[in-house]
């Protein structure tokens, strides 16, 4: 009982203006300090499909990313990168799912399909990395993650 | 029952109306439990019987003393919220056949296929059926003592007569799902016809221009009506033997599911509808009105299945154990391509024709795999229900369709017909709609918790996590809302006329900031439509339809070829939502 009424009080404590803005879909993008002058913000749409929805077979929904930023840098001023990449993490941190190359204006890319993810993007050496290596630069949590709060989490402060 | 072979291919074609073939063998493991069930350790009061014993002062029972199920079962991990325990909807309970001995009935027959020529004649009754699920009698309705009522199976372009006669308790109608036909027989109360009275009669004259799967029920309280059985299958058959892609076998699955609590099902609502906020979501999931499905087939076999949900609220997300699911058409058409699908989107009214091949001998589960979510913990829960087994034999499949069903078909027909439409697709709408909900007088418990839980709310909803919050909503405290963006006007105030002939875009915008956001199938009676963008993505692969999914926070473009005149009714399909005045109609004036 106690555990339930923290995770209430938690949740009443995110501020309004940080939860789901336009509905199930629309992920706001912080910047770090590695990149003060970056803004962003994305939106989800269901990955092309012949069904209604696009979900997985066990029901996850499948999502692509309409990425839209300004004010990023040229990746080299961060250090020896050429691209920004966006990628879908599980909140636990443990699995990083590249979405694709983004740049300022807007990118499509995707897809992700974890229930609830981080929308990170940071600056790699190439466009296609198998892992991710470089700083971050944007991130947001999918409008799912606002059913848990798990947005302190300092890796996303600038420190990782 | 064998069933006559479909021309061209020479083949003795197994539906799933027929038990005998269909069911040869036991299922080889025991199903797991439905994900829902009730929890009496965290209410103390299940299996409560309602009534003058019950000892529990002041609850508002409307001096009503018929046996009540008390309280309605909880999804796993969840508590009925305190507020609410002692709550009632404020309706008198209602169930069919209420002082009739369900001895006096008869037991519900499976679904019979009912081969019909252009003109031939069709008896068709609705009435009081004895129905056993999961060892337990339950008074039900069926058509011609059948559940699901009978497969109809016409030839593209015939008209029948059918000759309904109402001998249930309740006034009904039948409508005649997805067909583009004669508007004064869409079997629509107060629009095209007066409801048929009990121990009254109606003759439908029902025409069949589009080939494929639709299907039949009341539109009439659907929330009891469909609910408790009324629903059937209709199979249109293209003179076009090559119309499919070969297979070896067919189903006609209809989807559904029925809330019960022990033996005893959820009463409805006499005066208007309950679970008014979610739709009824049931927590036994059936399959052509049985909770197991059985199929036998040989290895390699390809089987087509055609996919209906007739459930008032649920949708569902199918599967067939990781065999290979090729989908060929949807409601009103086949696609322009065939395409593969890791599962099948179900929503209420929706129909896919799939083609499944089971390459290697086994058992394949057919199940209804979800992501439910737990607003307490604000954790994503997987559900999966196993809804029947397909049991695959080592005998070779013959002939073996293993080339044709891995060919994708480029249905050149499909495209050249859409292609007549594909001007207007950028066309500015002709027309938006909102999708909201305007709550009155709930439960101070309702209304607090859904004013905190606006952090999220998934654009679809594949079960109901708050059922005694939904339970007690009622359509007096409840009015779903289709809303003209341009005049302000709702529900049947929206005043839209076009011409016959005319191409429409239609554009639905799902509000996700409204009280209660939630997924709403939409269906347009008598036309076609395609859905041509969704959040301003071209959709890429294009059928008609007559049913489309608009998820919260989503806005469908739909662009609606209106040829068939008459007065039509768009509506939300989730009959609790469709009770609660969430429908609108569309005048086509004839030219
Ligand atoms: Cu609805």
Redesign the interface.
């Known amino acids: 009982m106690l555990a339930?009424n923290a995770?209430?009080l938690a949740?009443?404590l995110?501020p309004a203006a940080a939860?789901?803005q336009?509905?199930?879909?629309?992920i706001a993008l912080f910047n770090t300090p590695q990149s003060p002058s970056a803004t962003g913000q994305a939106?989800l749409?269901?990955a092309?499909?012949?069904?209604?929805?696009a979900?997985?077979?066990?029901?996850?929904?499948r999502y692509d990313a309409r990425v839209t930023i300004a004010g990023l840098p040229a990746p080299r001023t961060l250090g020896p990168y050429t691209a920004y990449v966006a990628w879908a993490v599980t909140p636990d941190l443990t699995q990083w799912h590249r979405l694709g190359a983004v740049h300022n204006g807007v990118s499509m890319v995707g897809t992700a399909d974890f229930?609830?993810f981080l929308l990170v993007i940071t600056a790699e050496a190439s466009a296609a990395p198998e892992a991710h290596h470089g700083p971050v630069v944007l991130h947001g949590t999918s409008?799912?993650?606002?059913?848990?709060n798990f947005t302190t989490h300092p890796l996303f402060r600038g420190v990782y | 029952m064998m069933m006559r072979g479909i021309a061209g291919l020479g083949l003795a074609l197994a539906l799933a109306a027929a038990p005998a073939a269909a069911q040869q063998k036991p299922p080889v493991k025991p199903p797991p439990k439905p994900a829902m069930k009730p929890l009496p350790g965290d209410t103390g009061m299940a299996g409560m019987k309602m009534g003058a014993d019950t000892g529990m002062a002041g609850m508002d029972m409307g001096g009503d003393t018929m046996q009540m199920a008390m309280p309605i079962p909880m999804p796993k991990g969840m508590i009925m919220m305190p507020g609410l325990r002692n709550l009632l909807p404020p309706v008198t309970p209602f169930l069919p056949g209420e002082g009739v001995d369900p001895g006096t009935l008869p037991l519900a027959r499976p679904s019979q296929l009912t081969p019909m020529k252009n003109g031939d004649t069709l008896d068709l009754t609705a009435m009081l059926v004895r129905r056993v699920v999961k060892g337990h009698t339950y008074v039900m309705y069926g058509y011609n003592g059948e559940s699901p009522g009978p497969l109809i199976r016409v030839p593209q372009n015939a008209t029948i007569i059918v000759k309904f006669h109402n001998a249930i308790d309740l006034p009904t109608t039948v409508h005649w799902h997805g067909l583009r036909q004669d508007n004064r027989y869409d079997g629509v109360p107060g629009v095209t016809q007066a409801p048929v009275a009990p121990g009254d009669s109606f003759t439908y004259k029902v025409h069949f221009p589009d080939a494929g799967v639709y299907w039949y029920h009341p539109h009439v309280r659907e929330d009891i009506e469909q609910a408790m059985g009324l629903f059937g299958n209709m199979l249109v058959d293209s003179p076009d033997s090559n119309y499919y892609s070969p297979a070896n076998a067919e189903q006609a699955l209809i989807f559904d599911d029925l809330l019960i609590n022990d033996d005893t099902l959820i009463p409805f609502g006499k005066e208007a509808p309950d679970f008014a906020l979610m739709g009824r979501v049931g927590n036994v999931l059936l399959v052509n009105s049985e909770p197991r499905y059985s199929l036998h087939v040989h290895q390699g076999e390809v089987v087509r299945f055609y996919l209906t949900n007739t459930a008032s609220s649920r949708t569902f997300?199918l599967?067939f154990g990781?065999a290979p699911i090729k989908?060929v058409a949807s409601e009103v058409s086949r696609?322009e391509h065939e395409?593969m699908?890791?599962?099948?989107?179900l929503?209420p009214a929706?129909r896919y024709v799939v083609q499944v091949r089971f390459p290697k001998p086994g058992t394949y589960a057919l199940v209804n795999?979800?992501?439910a979510?737990n607003h307490?913990?604000?954790?994503?829960q997987?559900?999966?229900d196993t809804l029947g087994l397909i049991t695959v034999d080592s005998t070779p499949a013959s002939p073996d369709y293993a080339r044709q069903f891995a060919e994708l078909r480029t249905n050149r027909a499909v495209i050249a017909d859409i292609d007549k439409y594909r001007p207007y697709f950028d066309k500015k709408p002709d027309k938006t709609f909102t999708l909201t909900i305007r709550p009155r007088a709930l439960p101070l418990a309702t209304v607090q918790f859904m004013n905190?839980d606006?952090?999220?709310?998934?654009?679809?909803e594949?079960v109901d996590g708050m059922p005694d919050m939904n339970w007690l909503s009622t359509s007096k405290q409840v009015k779903w809302i289709i809303r003209d963006d341009a005049t302000g006007k709702e529900d049947m105030d929206i005043d839209w006329h076009v011409k016959q002939g005319s191409v429409i875009k239609l554009r639905i915008f799902n509000d996700?900031?409204s009280f209660h956001?939630m997924q709403h199938p939409i269906h347009l009676h008598g036309q076609r439509m395609l859905?041509v963008a969704?959040?301003?993505?071209r959709?890429?692969?294009l059928s008609w339809k007559d049913t489309?999914?608009i998820?919260?926070?989503?806005t469908v473009d739909l662009l609606i070829d209106a040829s068939n005149p008459g007065a039509w009714m768009l509506h939300c399909h989730i009959a609790e939502h469709l009770g609660s005045g969430m429908m609108t109609v569309l005048h086509v004036d004839p030219r």
Do not use: C
């Open positions: 339930r995770a209430w949740l009443l995110i939860r789901a336009g509905g199930p879909f629309d939106r749409v269901f092309p499909g012949v069904m209604d929805v979900v997985t077979a066990d029901g996850r929904a229930n609830k409008p799912s993650g606002w059913l848990q | 997300n599967s990781g989908v696609f395409e699908t890791p599962s099948v989107v929503a929706q795999a979800i992501q979510i307490f913990q604000g954790e994503f997987a559900e999966v905190v606006t952090a999220y709310f998934a654009p679809v594949w996700p900031k956001p859905v969704r959040d301003g993505v959709v890429a692969n489309v999914i998820p919260v926070g989503s």
